[in-house]
């Protein structure tokens, strides 16, 4: 599983409309500008995290993007599987994928879905306001899960 461009920089879109908004709208040319991205990557990313409600939107002079909740309220997880479309480690995981013939004779399926459940957990502990500049990036991410899941 490789995380793609799309997700890292909707992570850092999302970071930074979080320690930026006060509630008003934000350019996406600010964004851009702050985050390093290139303006067309945020052209394609912005619908999608506004199509699913994680920003809103508004056009006109006073314009831009913001958060619809809190920065605790949102999991790396769920913007990233907004992004990726999935993060399942092997194809036969994927969302939507045919069943596998061999499922029931495989050796490694158990494996696999060991580590969608690891991966899951990770991103889903860890949430925006986690990854926030004024938070302590190391210390609140919470790893537990990982002693029991092993």
Not at 121 to 135: P, Q, S
């Amino acid at each position: 599983m490789t995380i793609s461009t799309k997700g890292r920089y909707a992570l850092k879109i999302m970071i930074d409309l979080a320690e930026n908004g006060d509630g008003s709208y934000i350019p996406m040319k600010k964004v851009a500008e702050r985050q390093g991205l290139p303006h067309k990557y945020l052209e394609h990313i912005l619908p999608v995290l506004t199509q699913n409600h994680l920003v809103e939107g508004q056009q006109g002079k006073k314009g831009g993007y913001r958060l619809t909740r809190k920065p605790e309220e949102y999991t790396v997880g769920e913007i990233l599987r907004l992004a990726e479309g999935d993060l399942a480690p092997v194809a036969c995981l994927e969302c939507g994928a045919e069943p596998c013939g061999k499922a029931d004779e495989c050796r490694t399926i158990s494996m696999w879905k060991k580590l969608q459940t690891l991966i899951d957990g990770y991103f889903d502990g860890i949430t925006i306001k986690d990854l926030m500049r004024n938070a302590d990036n190391n210390s609140g991410i919470d790893i537990s899960f990982l002693d029991a899941s092993l």
